[in-house]
């Protein structure tokens, strides 16, 4: 068994090129991890997710710990026999599920009582379970407990959370069984504020972790600032480790953060947009909703290799869509998932090559073209 | 081009084995034609349905004919090109739907007026339209527009309908264009009355078609009723032609229908089905839903091909349909058709071995046990 670790082979400016390696294969990084929420990327069976170029994907423990339990995945053989998928996977601890979607919830020092948002049941989740839940699936990479505080709230609020999450992540260390192959990430939080972002890094680092998240962006503030934050802060996390922004985003701001020091992504933005109709393109986003597409027989982007782009024109992407066609959704699902993959891949060949700031140049004046 | 015939090449018993030659190539027969509504066999992309042994599909006139309209299929290339499917496509005439699915409905000599489930707006439907629909489909094979009587009205009430509906398919046949390789199949009706249909059955032959389909079954009546129904209606019909049974059925009554001399069917059964977690299989019908499944490591069907049943437990399956995730609706849809198209495959190979009658009692003993 390989021994979790991750090897940087080349930066170029803050941008990285690298390897993560897992008990269930290597990563090339950067890379986008397609969301698979409740043991499924939507509308995608795990072939159709290989095909897409992706090498890992993210699981969600609340949705996972709802349905169908952690216990009874463990049972079935953990997550990854359970889905299908025998490549890496990265659970997330919870907690941002747990503030966005669940009812009646009560943070407290010792973890979060909250309701299910299926079944009003009651849960409690504590670092020491997020810990073991993600145990239970099997997760290649498991993520602290920590609470991601709504945009807005004050630097004093934010400080105090912070350190909270602090001593979560101390707890979810103490809890985590070392196994050949899996890691533990810490995520540094502290909004907006660098000099808090700079003292979450640093308590994390006493603590030590496999690998590092800069969690509690794209929450609401400008794309500039969640750059400039993502930039400040790559700068106090250790370069033998690898980096992860969670949560972003679109495609441009996903270039922004690789050359500003990240290896590792996900979102459900690709997948959920697939699914109402929102297509992501070397040229910009189309919404296949619009008039303007149901006599249009060309592909929904001529340079993309996936299959709805090989085989269906937009007028039949629009006919789909319009009528609500599961088909619609699963072709628009692959699109993105891949136009995603793409610009990893293809910033991976840019970084190798050192220019990196030139193909990010390019790409963004290209996808920033008015939407056609 | 190959122009549009059957070729007979064995009988078994009133069992038939034999291969329909069309535009769009071959099809062997008995065969299962999934249905695709709305130009997408629902939750499959064209190669998902070429992979379950499919090589025609139906698609339906009225909601073509609503959206994106026959029109526009037209300027797009035609059915085939719009929706990437390349093999054989036949479609119905759209009376079945404006029956069933529409709203204010007038039945009169000239036509069908009605108005359409979606916006409400009025459209109108003759013999002569459902042709001309059809033509800028481009389908392989074109049903002649019919009415199709709810169960239990009169027989002089099925009389009337019925010789209105072959004035109606003398219409058609006369609104028929000629082409190599497409063909126009008239529809027997009359209800459960044996001679009605016998009479229905002679006057469409009087007017010569290139398939004759039964229609106005499985619409309430037993199913041994609708088996002595088909087997009395396939009497009357000529051994050089396809014999087409309209909307059936479950598994059993298919192989049923096969042993009285059926070479054709649809059904939305196995699609629709696998959207709300019932599968198909050797040993019955099982509901994913189910509680029984949650834990259940086997496969759905140990004997089955399919993407599902190669890859997948019963409990993940279970797990799909109860959150329901689309990957739920796509794999229990592969998995039932396949089903389907492995029934007729292994037909076909009863058929040509002559022992159609033993291989359906077998199968039949199997698929009556109590589903597990």
Redesign the interface.
């Known amino acids: 068994m390989t021994s979790f670790h991750f090897t940087l082979h080349k930066t170029d400016g803050l941008a990285r090129l690298g390897t993560l390696h897992t008990a269930h294969g290597a990563v090339q990084t950067p890379t986008f991890m397609p969301v698979g929420t409740?043991?499924?990327v939507?509308?995608?069976?795990?072939?159709d997710i290989l095909a897409t170029g992706a090498e890992m994907i993210l699981g969600n423990t609340y949705h996972l710990m709802l349905?169908?339990t952690a216990e009874?995945i463990d049972?079935?053989?953990g997550l990854h026999t359970?889905?299908?998928w025998s490549r890496p996977i990265l659970t997330d601890s919870g907690g941002y599920q747990v503030m966005s979607l669940s009812a009646l919830r009560r943070i407290e020092e010792s973890g979060v009582t909250f309701r299910s948002h299926i079944d009003g049941s009651e849960h409690v989740l504590t670092p020491e379970r997020a810990v073991e839940i993600q145990r239970l699936l099997g997760s290649d990479v498991t993520m602290v407990l920590d609470e991601c505080p709504p945009f807005g709230v004050s630097e004093d609020e934010h400080a105090a959370s912070m350190r909270r999450s602090m001593r979560w992540a101390e707890r979810c260390r103490a809890a985590w069984t070392p196994r050949d192959g899996y890691g533990l990430f810490g995520i540094v939080q502290g909004g907006t504020f660098p000099d808090l972002r700079a003292e979450s890094a640093a308590a994390l680092q006493a603590i030590g972790f496999e690998g590092y998240a800069i969690g509690g962006l794209a929450v609401g503030e400008d794309a500039a600032t969640m750059l400039s934050t993502t930039e400040s802060t790559t700068a106090h996390l250790p370069a033998d480790r690898p980096r992860y922004l969670m949560g972003v985003g679109k495609p441009d701001q996903l270039v922004g953060a690789v050359l500003r020091g990240i290896d590792m992504f996900d979102c459900v933005l690709p997948t959920r947009s697939g699914?109402t109709g929102q297509a992501f393109t070397r040229h910009g986003t189309l919404n296949l909703r619009n008039a303007c597409h149901?006599?249009d027989?060309s592909p929904l982007d001529a340079d993309c290799r996936c299959?709805a782009c090989s085989?269906?024109?937009r007028?039949?992407l629009s006919?789909?869509t319009?009528?609500g066609?599961?088909?619609g959704?699963?072709?628009l699902t692959r699109h993105n998932i891949t136009f995603y993959e793409d610009v990893m891949a293809e910033l991976r060949t840019a970084i190798a090559a050192g220019n990196a700031a030139a193909w990010s140049e390019t790409f963004l004046a290209r996808y920033r073209e008015t939407p056609r």
Chains 1, 2 share one sequence.
């Open positions: 409740a043991a499924t939507k509308a995608m069976a795990p072939d349905r169908p009874r049972r079935l053989g359970f889905m299908g699914r149901v006599d027989t299959l085989n269906f024109t007028a039949y006919h789909l319009r009528t066609e599961i088909l959704a699963m072709l």
